[in-house]
């Protein structure tokens, strides 16, 4: 099997990018359009630093499927914030885009799974012990060589403190019932996620279904935390003016078609105070749509929020070592498996 590492590469051909068509320009009124040109002259930039590498041959040539036809590749470049891996069946490519005013750094990951290959799904440290067993993210990838994940619901702090935990299924198991209903004050207001082995993903409100309910379809994993962001290609206008609106990290993921994903991960209040302030949770809901996400659905935050690629904690959470990572957790969300990852013991 071949395998390829790479210290500087460049821009993908264009028919390997796979650039995802806008699906539609949120609305902003005459204060918020300076915040959004602004953003999107980083997520330009971006690209554009990326153009800059050169060296777009050194990247294995893709089938028409837009993968490998064997091996793995993994490309690094931390400095320019720019990390790429394909193999056979998943093309993954995230940026770190940066902004100055308002000060904000976050995280876009587009996946592309193949058919018959492996989807997004929940990763726990232990399934014997789902809602015990906590590990740090970064490690927790590593345990399961996993190539890409972000943070999840935080359902398993729900439960093991017996508070309303929301309906939460993994792996076909029902672990919890109880939710709160539609239009809740709290937050989370414990949407839901429902994630099923064809790839598919589907949002929901709180009490729209139960968890009997969700198993006749098929889910193989519910997520309990929300609001969900994106339905149908249309935001959630309604949660996105009640909940959330307070600065914070955030984590975000959304779907396009079946196979083809965005995470997103926005650094904020916990991280390098000179790196990001975060937002709130429209920001991230607004970057999906612009991607062309039908579906989409806000993540835990906060002390939780993370992304990790091959087995490397991408965000920053703070400048004093003993807080680099993201809190312990229970499971993540990824995708992909390769024994290129980073081992247990390796540098942090």
Same mark, same amino acid.
């Given at each position: 099997?071949? $395998?390829?590492?790479?210290?500087? =590469?460049?821009?993908l051909? /264009?028919?390997?990018?796979?650039a995802?068509?806008?699906?539609?320009?949120?609305?902003?009124g005459a204060?918020?359009?300076?915040?959004?040109?602004?953003? @999107?002259?980083a997520?330009?930039?971006?690209?554009?630093?990326? +153009?800059?590498?050169?060296g777009?041959q050194?990247f294995?040539?893709?089938?028409? +499927?837009?993968?490998?036809?064997?091996?793995?590749?993994?490309?690094?470049?931390?400095?320019?914030?720019l990390?790429?891996?394909?193999?056979? %069946?998943?093309?993954?490519?995230?940026?770190?885009?940066?902004?100055?005013?308002?000060?904000?750094?976050?995280?876009?990951?587009?996946?592309?799974? @193949?058919?018959?290959?492996?989807?997004?799904?929940?990763?726990?440290?232990?399934?014997? $012990?789902?809602?015990?067993?906590? +590990?740090?993210?970064?490690k =927790?990838?590593?345990?399961?060589?996993?190539v890409? /994940?972000?943070?999840?619901d935080?359902a398993?702090?729900?439960?093991?403190?017996?508070?309303?935990?929301?309906?939460?299924?993994?792996?076909?198991?029902?672990?919890?019932?109880?939710?709160?209903?539609?239009?809740?004050?709290?937050?989370?207001?414990?949407d %839901?996620?429902?994630?099923?082995?064809?790839?598919?993903?589907?949002?929901?409100?709180?009490?729209?279904?139960? /968890?009997? +309910?969700?198993?006749?379809?098929?889910?193989?994993?519910?997520?309990?935390?929300?609001?969900? !962001?994106?339905?149908?290609?249309?935001?959630? &206008?309604?949660?996105?003016?009640?909940?959330?609106?307070?600065?914070?990290?955030?984590?975000?993921?959304?779907?396009?078609?079946?196979?083809?994903?965005?995470?997103?991960?926005?650094?904020?209040?916990?991280?390098?105070?000179?790196?990001?302030?975060?937002?709130?949770?429209?920001? !991230?809901?607004?970057?999906?749509?612009?991607?062309?996400?039908?579906?989409?659905?806000?993540?835990?935050?906060?002390?939780?929020?993370?992304?990790?690629?091959?087995?490397?904690?991408l965000?920053?959470?703070?400048?004093?070592?003993?807080?680099?990572?993201s809190?312990?957790?229970?499971?993540i =969300?990824?995708?992909? &498996?390769?024994? =290129?990852v980073?081992?247990?013991?390796?540098?942090?």
């Amino acid at each position: 099997m071949k $395998k390829w590492r790479a210290g500087a =590469l460049t821009l993908l051909a /264009a028919v390997f990018l796979f650039a995802a068509a806008p699906a539609g320009e949120a609305e902003t009124g005459a204060d918020e359009a300076p915040e959004a040109e602004e953003a @999107a002259t980083a997520e330009a930039e971006a690209a554009e630093n990326a +153009e800059e590498d050169g060296g777009a041959q050194d990247f294995p040539a893709l089938n028409d +499927e837009g993968f490998l036809d064997e091996g793995e590749f993994v490309y690094e470049d931390p400095e320019k914030g720019l990390w790429r891996y394909c193999s056979d %069946t998943l093309w993954v490519e995230i940026r770190r885009i940066s902004q100055e005013k308002p000060l904000r750094t976050w995280y876009e990951a587009e996946i592309r799974c @193949a058919e018959g290959g492996e989807f997004p799904h929940m990763i726990p440290v232990d399934p014997e $012990k789902w809602m015990r067993k906590q +590990e740090y993210p970064y490690k =927790l990838a590593r345990m399961k060589q996993t190539v890409i /994940a972000v943070s999840s619901d935080y359902a398993w702090h729900r439960y093991v403190n017996k508070t309303r935990t929301g309906i939460v299924i993994r792996e076909g198991k029902i672990w919890s019932d109880k939710t709160w209903k539609k239009g809740a004050k709290k937050f989370p207001n414990l949407d %839901t996620l429902a994630i099923f082995p064809d790839g598919d993903m589907q949002v929901f409100d709180s009490d729209e279904k139960t /968890a009997e +309910e969700y198993l006749e379809m098929g889910a193989r994993d519910v997520l309990a935390f929300g609001p969900w !962001l994106i339905r149908d290609g249309e935001l959630n &206008t309604a949660a996105l003016e009640q909940y959330g609106k307070s600065s914070a990290e955030r984590v975000a993921v959304g779907m396009a078609e079946k196979g083809h994903y965005w995470f997103m991960m926005l650094e904020g209040r916990s991280s390098w105070k000179k790196r990001s302030k975060g937002d709130g949770i429209s920001f !991230l809901a607004e970057k999906l749509l612009e991607k062309g996400c039908r579906t989409a659905f806000n993540l835990d935050g906060g002390q939780t929020a993370t992304i990790v690629f091959m087995g490397h904690q991408l965000c920053k959470m703070d400048e004093k070592p003993r807080n680099l990572s993201s809190r312990r957790t229970a499971e993540i =969300l990824g995708v992909g &498996t390769s024994t =290129l990852v980073a081992a247990p013991e390796d540098p942090w």
